[in-house]
T-cell receptor, first 110, second 113 residues
């Protein structure tokens, strides 16, 4: 069964304190792995797509990496405006659906 | 550029009532999806469509029906609402097969009492 697990469930960081969020997956065949940001009361907002192991993508203070079993979202010197829930999703070769993890709620304290 | 628009944003239903949620996208996307989001459960796929006139079941389809009569619209229906259907519903759309991200609407918060 295709499965996506995110950890930790919640993370509190001081402003400037770098850390990483984890997304581990077990799927029959990975087509793509997606990272989203979700603010309270809003829909998920697309951040990155990763297609193959070894791939990395960056956007401002965020950097996403991918291995054969997991993806990391690295946050460097976070700011309070980075506070949000970060969602990971996978798309498999055998279908058109996206399977989502339960997310990591990030709080950055000034 | 509106993207994905959901109507309504909030709704309260009584058990047994019916309603339809409307999703409209202006990006000419082929694929559209309906998800529900519950605390601790993440986003779960209800139904999806790979093109006008097509629909398919997702992970949690029971109690819901969908229709895609026009490419830009995807309707989610609840024929007889139950308290277990209290949730936040999100519509999304994407270009199609291949590695393409999904774009989400702002959500509909539905409460069934």
């Amino acid at each position: 069964e295709d499965q996506v697990t995110q950890s930790p469930e919640a993370l509190r960081l001081q402003e400037g304190e770098s850390s990483s969020l984890n997304c581990s997956y077990t799927v029959s065949g990975l087509r793509g792995l997606f990272w989203y940001r979700q603010d309270p009361g809003k829909g998920p907002e697309f951040l990155f797509t990763l297609y193959s192991a070894g791939e990395e993508k960056e956007k401002e203070r965020l950097k996403a990496t991918l291995t054969k079993k997991e993806s990391f979202l690295h946050i460097t010197a976070p700011k309070p405006e980075d506070s949000a829930t970060y969602l990971c999703a996978v798309q498999v070769n055998t279908g058109n659906q996206f399977y989502f993890g339960t997310g990591t709620s990030l709080t950055v304290i000034p | 550029n509106a993207g994905v628009t959901q109507t309504p944003k909030f709704r309260v239903l009584k058990t047994g009532q019916s309603m339809t949620l409307l999703c409209a996208q202006d990006m000419n996307h082929e694929y559209m999806y309906w998800y529900r989001q519950d605390p601790g459960m993440g986003l779960r796929l209800i139904h999806y469509s790979v093109g006008e006139g097509t629909t398919a079941k997702g992970e949690v389809p029971d109690g819901y029906n969908v229709s895609r009569l026009k490419k830009q619209n995807f309707l989610l229906g609840l024929e007889s609402a139950a308290p277990s259907q209290t949730s936040v519903y999100f519509c999304a759309s994407s270009w199609g097969t291949g590695n393409t991200e999904a774009f989400f609407g702002q959500g509909t918060r539905l409460t069934v009492v």
